[in-house]
Nanobody, 124 residues
Framework: QVQLVESGGGSVQAGGSLRLSCAAS????????IGWFRQAPGKEREGVAA????????FYGDSVKVRFTISQDNAKNTVYLQMNSLKPEDTAMYYC?????????????????WGQGTQVTVSS
């Protein structure tokens, strides 16, 4: 059983930055996809970024490319999402999720483990 705990959300003005953290425990497989997803009120959940932990391959949604960076610290079992040049449309609840595997990390629909979410609010 994998447990995920997100932190780092908050309120910022447009153009600002935030760094989200996803601390994982209970990982028993050699490789996981760990992804960040977001959901705004009245909208569908959107894949933001993901990483294949075995090879460090990263995946990004079109709306966040260039602005967001996903990274991992294997010693701390933590995945980060650095968000720069934030826009009001980035406002959402952000969730970290994990699934054993290493391919199609952003588009796969079988993420098995989810964190509780952290709110990001960007004001104009």
């Amino acid at each position: 059983q994998v447990q995920l705990v997100e932190s780092g959300g908050g309120s910022v003005q447009a153009g600002g930055s935030l760094r989200l953290s996803c601390a994982a425990s209970g990982r028993s497989r050699s490789s996981y996809c760990i992804g960040w997803f977001r959901q705004a009120p009245g909208k569908e959940r959107e894949g933001v970024a993901a990483v294949s932990t075995a090879f460090g391959r990263t995946f990004y949604g079109d709306s966040v490319k260039v602005r967001f960076t996903i990274s991992q610290d294997n010693a701390k079992n933590t995945v980060y999402l650095q968000m720069n040049s934030l826009k009001p449309e980035d406002t959402a609840m952000y969730y970290c999720a994990a699934v054993p595997g290493l391919q199609n990390c952003l588009t796969r629909s079988d993420y098995a483990y989810w964190g509780q979410g952290t709110q990001v609010t960007v004001s104009s």
